[in-house]
């Protein structure tokens, strides 16, 4: 992972423009040089009025006080509540659907079969209802016969690989080859160099999203020529077509809304199968529909992080050195390929062999969560990287910097070593007396966080001074919203509370989906060229009241607009507007964002040696991403990282039954989210010795 | 037919026997109640704490019937975005919450607690919170939100 994102050859040509620049505490507009086709940057990472600053969430009023409408929330005038019948067998076909006995209770509408002939995961959806309460549908599910042909299923990867396993989908084996990379014979020489070598197994489990608002959405759909979609989803932008062709109507005709969304996390992206049954329902009923998934469906088929099953045998040499790899990878998806960062993910490893395989179960099929195959590379290579470190007897903070080439990583775990207090280390693992053992660990990650172009942004301006400005994109929680406005108040010298934010609806502006951490780096930049713009407009309207000086020296701060010597506050400055306003238009521009980011953690642990119980009592985490668009934000999204990943390392997995084939934890009460007993001392450090002046996504924020 | 004495309104609702109060303040009283949420359904995440008697209480498990003749507070009534409560003010101020989902629940319970306990330790304040679970991660700072609505 390089530093600079995007090598220059060639220079640029170069022009020279005036932008707003802190000088000697003195806030004015100075002249750079950039390059001729970009405009002006985001100037350095500390010298930011409100961007890179603590700035409390823009909605978080309307959410501590209830008032913030969810889709889960929405209620419309005749809505009917749509439930799923799920298959209760690991792999089958079914054969009838008796409806009758259903059909006849009272406030029932509509019972219709979902679009699969062959389920292959219990889970799997059969029916759907649409009655007038949640309490009737579930009546009607309870009350439909079905009848299935019981195929061989097979849901644990050691039973798959079985050459005798019954196959999870006919056409294919269970075991498909994903690909090999570099010399097996090179590797295998060069174990025979090495000063020791470690071989382990590592397996990491099916991990649920565990979204609280689930998966769903209502369609307003009441027989006429338009439709409204409420989605608890990721992409505004990723419903709209599937429901208008499951809708019979044009595309543009159905309209998504998301104001506020109760978490994704990678899972909540399209229509999906429960959409399309929604809008089959509420096409039949010619009645909005609700259909949200229960608990129990948002466990068995609303998406999973992949699992996975690694094989990994490395040698050292005694300075330090890891001279060769060789690694089996099982990307454990369910009825998907799965996902798992090739090994030896971060590390130089010298000669490195792998092969990489997915391994198919009768399970729904994984889907993105939070970096999606990394974890699951990271938790087996840093084990493993230990498990060297510890052979050649050398600190495994300075064993890691000996192997990993990008020096981003040596100063954030000479940080982090400083953080947690790596010097109270016991060297000796189990060196301290009696069953309850102090450990100290470290680990390091990578993520792209590039951006793409898609966003479309409109700054309006208001003679009576308002400002909005208008994007579709989503806020999961991760200060989308916020920021937005931030971009904007603080390019025009405002304050947070003069400029007001539209997002979630797919009427406005394109945008991205909120995927793979794309979000603020395809945003931010939009919206910043948006507002930029809005300036210049504004400048050149304003300029006659203040001495007719070029649009570009006139400073816009403080809730004032200003050049030569002389002010207007913005209020007198946005009367000189045309009637209607102005409308600036932002696009995304490449220069304002980049990729790669690092992050290192460390963590603190009790362990019982007698019992196996393990208790976090410290964790840090220093994350680099560029230009901190909100620190308080940012923060946050590192305090959830580390939260979300201790569950997975130590208390969160989904449990098949290999016989019945079917989830046994599918609820909160069996699966184990980590709560606040659990909760260690967090500690979450920005890099701030990152000085790239672009926005980079880090967990969307 | 129920009546229910939510945030210090008679609601009138039509309901069967079955309908938990979670069910009936979201689906059943006009205009609705959605607040509380309903994340499980089964008393296991908090999501849908309201206050019966200025006790925080799973509304998913308890029935609109039994619930008539007492006060129910929701997160609603607690204060508004122009007049938060202190629990309220400081989540924002904190950043105690992401997506927002379960920040009803873990508001309802704190300051049903601080009542209780005025000047609670952190390791009361994450006894007392026990039973409401958030997946953004948002723990530490639904903390230092609880201690600082605590000094005020």
Redesign the interface.
């Known amino acids: 992972m390089q530093q600079q994102p995007q090598a220059q050859p060639t220079p640029k040509p170069k022009k020279k423009i005036r932008v707003p620049r802190v000088v000697n505490g003195v806030e004015q507009m100075v002249e750079i040089e950039v390059d001729e086709d970009t405009g002006p940057g985001w100037g350095p990472n500390d010298k930011h009025k409100l961007l890179n600053h603590r700035i409390t969430r823009v909605d978080g009023p309307l959410k501590a006080t209830g008032v913030a409408r969810y889709t889960y929330d929405q209620r419309l005038p005749g809505m009917l509540y749509a439930r799923v019948l799920r298959c209760p067998h690991g792999h089958a076909r079914v054969t009838k659907i008796d409806r009758d006995a259903a059909s006849k209770i009272s406030g029932v509408k509509a019972i219709i079969p979902a679009p699969l002939s062959e389920l292959r995961f219990a889970g799997a959806p059969v029916a759907a209802v649409a009655a007038t309460t949640p309490e009737i549908a579930g009546d009607a599910l309870r009350a439909i016969k079905v009848t299935y042909e019981v195929l061989p299923h097979v849901v644990h990867a050691h039973h798959a690989i079985r050459p005798d396993a019954p196959k999870v989908i006919a056409e294919e084996n269970n075991l498909q080859d994903k690909g090999k990379n570099g010399d097996p014979q090179k590797a295998e020489a060069a174990f025979a160099t090495a000063d020791a070598v470690v071989e382990g197994e590592y397996m990491t489990s099916r991990i649920h999203h565990a979204c609280l608002e689930t998966h769903g959405m209502v369609v307003d759909y009441r027989g006429g020529d338009s439709a409204t979609i409420y989605a608890s989803t990721q992409g505004t932008f990723t419903i709209h077509d599937d429901a208008a062709k499951e809708l019979g109507l044009p595309a543009s005709a159905v309209t998504t809304t998301v104001e506020h969304m109760g978490g994704g996390f990678g899972s909540k992206f399209g229509l999906g199968l429960e959409g399309m049954l929604a809008c089959r329902l509420s096409k039949q009923t010619k009645s909005p529909v609700k259909l949200m998934f229960t608990r129990y469906d948002e466990f068995v088929m609303a998406g999973n992080r992949s699992g996975s099953w690694q094989k990994l045998k490395a040698g050292v040499k005694k300075d330090g050195t890891i001279i060769a790899l060789q690694a089996r990878q099982y990307r454990l998806g369910g009825l998907g390929p799965g996902s798992q960062a090739g090994q030896p993910y971060i590390y130089r490893m010298g000669d490195t062999y792998r092969e990489v395989f997915a391994l198919h179960t009768n399970e729904d099929s994984s889907v993105a969560m939070r970096a999606p195959g990394h974890p699951q590379a990271s938790f087996a290579v840093e084990t493993l990287v230990d498990e060297l470190a510890y052979k050649i007897r050398m600190d495994p903070v300075a064993f890691r910097k000996k192997n990993l080439r990008d020096e981003v990583y040596h100063r954030q775990l000479d940080r982090g070593a400083k953080e947690i207090g790596w010097s109270r280390r016991n060297p000796i693992a189990g060196g301290n007396p009696g069953p309850l053992k102090r450990g100290i660990g470290c680990a390091v990650g990578t993520w792209g966080g590039g951006g793409n172009n898609q966003c479309k942004v409109d700054v309006t301006i208001s003679r009576d001074g308002a400002v909005v400005v208008a994007i579709g994109t989503q806020d999961l929680g991760t200060g989308t919203r916020t920021y937005t406005r931030a971009i904007v108040a603080e390019e025009l010298g405002l304050g947070m509370k003069d400029v007001k934010e539209q997002i979630g609806n797919s009427r406005l502006g394109a945008a991205n989906a909120s995927g793979g951490s794309t979000t603020s780096p395809s945003v931010a930049p939009a919206v910043k060229d948006a507002a930029i713009k809005a300036r210049m407009l504004m400048a050149e309207r304003v300029a006659p009241l203040i001495g007719n000086p070029k649009p570009d020296e006139i400073l816009f701060s403080g809730g004032n607009v200003s050049a030569k010597g002389q002010t207007v506050t913005w209020k007198q400055a946005a009367a000189t507007l045309p009637a209607a306003g102005i409308t600036a238009h932002g696009q995304w521009r490449s220069d304002l964002q980049a990729r790669g980011v690092h992050g290192v953690c460390f963590a603190e642990v009790e362990v019982d040696v007698e019992t196996g119980h393990i208790k976090p009592i410290k964790m840090v985490h220093i994350q680099d991403c560029g230009l901190p668009l909100n620190r308080l934000a940012m923060e946050s999204q590192i305090n959830g990282g580390m939260i979300q990943s201790l569950g997975m390392a130590l208390w969160e997995g989904r449990v098949m039954d290999a016989k019945l084939g079917m989830q046994l934890n599918p609820g909160f009460g069996d699966y184990k989210l980590p709560g606040t007993l659990e909760m260690p001392e967090l500690v979450p450090l920005i890099d701030d010795d990152d000085k790239r002046e672009a926005v980079i996504g880090m967990s969307e924020g | 037919k129920v009546v229910l004495d939510v945030n210090g309104q008679q609601r009138e609702a039509q309901v ?1 026997p ?2 938990t109060l979670l ?1 009936t303040l ?2 059943h009283l006009e205009p ?1 109640v ?9 008393g ?2 908090g ?1 849908c704490t309201v206050l019966i008697d200025g006790k925080p209480v799973y509304s998913c498990l308890v029935l609109a019937v039994d619930a008539t003749k007492k006060k129910i507070t ?3 009534g ?5 007049n ?1 409560n202190a ?3 400081a ?3 904190n ?1 105690a ?8 629940g873990f ?1 309802t319970t704190i300051s049903a607690y601080l009542k209780k306990n005025p000047n609670p330790s952190l390791a009361e ?3 007392a ?2 039973g ?12 230092e939100a609880a201690l600082a609505a605590a000094k005020g």
């Open positions: 069967e079955r309908t069910n979201r689906n609705a959605t607040g509380p949420k309903l994340v499980c359904d089964v296991t995440c999501a929701t997160v609603e607690l204060g508004t975005p122009e938060p629990v309220q003010a989540f924002v101020e950043d919450l992401m997506c927002g989902f379960c920040t009803p508001v304040v994450k006894e919170c026990k409401n679970f958030c997946r953004c991660g948002t723990y530490p700072r639904v903390f």
